[in-house]
């Protein structure tokens, strides 16, 4: 038997991965950065193969760790975690200081850093595990608490994305018969989600054939957690 939601009981943090190319920057949101090894002082992240900061990674072979804290917005974290680095520069209007390997690191809603060089990466299917040796770390703000995946999902109410290392997908529930009333789509004005009242938004208990305006008022983005008022609708 696998019951994938006992998964949640391990404990994670979440980072913002950063890394570089050509004179580019760009950084995702992960929940999977843990320590392998004491001396040398060695680290591993998991980053989804699709993530653009995977390709920087791989091709730079280095890549700095940013801590985030409890007090970070969902906003700031759906900037890093549902949006794409290319269709926008994630690290415009965002305090951050360039590192020892030319990587940014971000100081906005941060406990700290790791930088480190890749000096072995494992293929694990959908994934690759990046394992580097640290070449630099701080802690930024001692009074600040860094951020679980399970308080950023119990308590801040976050979503895990699809290509997250602990994205687990839930059953759709069944489908909803409704009339003939016309329902538009909405984009998410955040990170560009899509809610199509054809589909609902079955992981979240959403049958398909609910409009937009019929949605719960504590219904959030599926992908980065914003409310109702962040969407539009979509014209045909």
């Known amino acids: 038997m696998l019951d994938l939601e006992s998964l949640f009981n391990l404990s994670y943090g ?3 991965v950063s890394s570089k190319t050509d004179g580019q920057f760009n950084g995702c949101i992960v929940n999977t950065v843990f320590q392998v090894t004491p ?3 060695m680290i591993a992240v998991s980053v989804n193969k699709q993530n653009l900061t995977h390709e920087y990674i791989a091709r730079s072979k280095v890549f700095a760790v940013s801590i985030l804290a409890e007090g970070a917005p969902l906003e700031f974290i759906g900037r ?3 949006r794409t680095g290319r269709d926008i520069d994630k690290f415009q209007e965002i305090n951050c200081k360039t590192g020892v390997a030319g990587v940014p690191i971000v100081l906005d809603n941060t406990v700290g850093f790791i930088e480190a060089e ?3 990466a494992i293929d694990v299917e959908t994934h690759t595990l990046f ?3 640290i070449t630099a770390c701080e802690t930024i703000d ?3 608490i ?3 995946y399970n308080y950023y999902r119990d308590v801040k109410g976050g979503r895990t994305p699809r290509t997250a290392a602990t994205y687990i997908k839930q059953k759709p529930k069944v489908k909803a018969e409704q009339g003939a009333r016309e329902m538009k789509k909405y984009k998410c004005l955040m990170c560009g989600y899509i809610y199509d009242p054809a589909v609902g938004d079955p992981d979240n208990g959403v049958e398909a054939g609910t409009a937009f305006e019929d949605l719960p008022d504590d219904w959030v983005c599926p992908d980065c957690g914003v409310g109702k008022d962040e969407f539009e609708p979509i014209e045909d």
């Open 14 to 16: 979440m980072c913002i």
């Open 39 to 41: 001396e040398p002082p």
């Open 80 to 82: 890093f975690g549902f």
């Open 118 to 120: 890749v000096t072995d």
């Open 131 to 133: 394992i580097g040796k």
């Open 142 to 144: 001692s009074n600040k």
């Open 146 to 148: 860094p951020i679980t």
